[in-house]
C-alpha cells in the first residue's frame, strides 16, 4: 500500500500552517499523529496532495490544570495523557479512556487533536469530549473561535471545522463525581463496538447530575440526555439504570457491519452503559 505522491511541509508556527491550507484549499491537510490519516492516504481513501506535518508548531503540546478548569493541546498524545499523573488525579476518565485506544505504539503516536478533529464514529475522545462538555478552540484566517464537542459532529468524518482552520485545544471544566470509560472491542487494539463515558455526582443517596456519552453507535458521538434525564433524582437502582438504557437506545442509530448486526451492537451498548453507570455511581 503506497500513498499518492505528496508535497510535505513542516511549518514552525501556525501563520506558517495557516498560509499553506490558504494557498491549497481543499488539496491540503494537516497531519498530527498521522495514524489516521497515513493509513488512509495508503489505501487511497485520501488523496492529500499538500500535507502539513504539525510536529514542529510550538504550543500545541502543553496540558494546563486551572483550578476550575483544564485545557489540552492539539499535540498532546494519548501517551501523554496517561503518563499525567496530575491530570489523572484531577480527571481520572481521560487516562481511564487513552488506555483503552488501540496500543502503546499507536498512543505513542495519536493526539488528542487528531482524534477529535477526525470525525470517524469509532474514534474514543469525540464521545468522551462530550461528556466532559468540552469546548473545541479553532485557528483559521479570521482568528479563533470555539464551537462546543456537542456541537462539533454533523455526519462521519463531516464536523463544523471549515477546511482552513486547525483545532489547537481542547477545554473543559474540571469533571466531578464518579468517572467511568466502558468500551467492548472484539480485540485488543480495536476500535469500540459499543463504549460510554460517564461522569456522575452523588448527594446524599441520590444522583444530583450526569453526563451520558456512547462511541461508535451512530454516524457520529452521542451525547445522550434523555439517559441522563432518567438517572437524575433517582438512586440509581434497577429501574433507574433500565430507563437510562431505554433512553440511551432511543437516540443510537448504530448500522451493521463487521463488528456484528444492529441487534447485537444494540444489546452491547445496553450492557457496556449499564456496566458504566454503575461504575461510575461506586466512585461517586
Ligand atoms: C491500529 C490502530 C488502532 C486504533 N484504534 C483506535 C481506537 O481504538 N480508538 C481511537 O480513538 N483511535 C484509534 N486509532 C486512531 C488513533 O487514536 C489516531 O491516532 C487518532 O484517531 C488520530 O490522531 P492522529 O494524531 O494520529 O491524527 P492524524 O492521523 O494526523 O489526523 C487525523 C485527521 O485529523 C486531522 N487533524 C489532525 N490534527 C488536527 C488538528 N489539530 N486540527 C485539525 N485537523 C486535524 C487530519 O487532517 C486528519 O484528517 C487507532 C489507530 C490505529 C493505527
Known amino acids: 500500500m503506497i ?3 505528496f508535497e510535505y ?5 501556525m501563520a506558517g500552517v495557516l498560509a499553506i491550507l490558504e494557498e491549497h484549499g481543499d488539496d491540503a491537510r494537516v497531519m498530527a499523529g498521522g495514524h489516521s490519516l497515513i493509513p488512509m492516504m495508503k489505501l487511497r ?6 500535507l502539513i ?9 502543553d496540558i494546563e490544570i486551572g483550578s476550575d478548569s483544564i485545557r489540552i493541546g492539539a499535540l498532546v498524545t494519548q501517551a501523554d495523557i496517561i503518563d499525567n499523573a ?10 481511564e479512556a487513552a488506555l483503552q485506544i488501540a496500543d502503546p505504539q499507536v498512543r505513542y503516536m495519536g493526539t488528542v487533536g487528531g482524534n477529535v478533529a477526525n470525525g470517524d464514529p469509532g474514534n474514543d475522545m469525540p464521545g468522551l469530549m462530550q461528556c466532559l462538555d468540552a469546548t473545541f478552540t479553532l485557528v483559521g484566517p479570521d482568528g479563533e473561535r470555539d464551537v462546543a464537542a456537542r456541537d462539533f459532529y454533523e455526519a462521519a468524518y463531516m464536523t463544523e471545522r471549515e477546511d482552513d482552520e486547525v483545532l489547537v485545544a481542547v477545554s473543559f471544566a474540571v469533571p466531578r463525581g464518579g468517572y467511568c470509560y466502558e468500551k467492548q472491542k472484539r480485540k485488543i487494539g480495536d476500535y469500540a463496538t459499543a463504549a460510554a463515558a460517564i461522569q456522575i455526582e452523588k448527594d446524599g443517596g441520590t444522583c444530583s447530575a450526569v453526563s451520558v456519552a456512547m462511541t461508535n453507535l451512530s454516524d457520529t458521538p452521542i451525547y445522550s440526555e434523555a439517559a441522563g434525564a432518567a438517572l437524575v433524582g433517582t438512586a440509581v437502582d434497577d429501574a433507574a439504570l433500565k430507563a437510562a438504557v431505554a433512553a440511551m437506545l432511543e437516540d443510537i442509530d448504530p448500522s451493521e457491519d463487521n463488528k456484528g448486526p444492529v441487534a447485537f ?3 452491547v451498548a445496553g450492557v457496556i452503559l449499564r456496566r458504566a453507570i454503575e461504575s461510575a455511581w461506586a466512585r461517586a
Open 265 to 267: 451492537k444494540k444489546h
Open 45 to 50: 481513501m485520501a488523496d492529500v496532495p499538500h
Open 9 to 13: 511541509y513542516r511549518p514552525t508556527d
Open 53 to 61: 506535518d504539525l510536529q514542529d508548531v510550538g504550543g500545541l503540546s
Open 3 to 5: 500513498p499518492a505522491a
Open 86 to 95: 496530575e491530570l489523572t488525579k484531577v480527571a481520572p476518565i481521560l487516562r
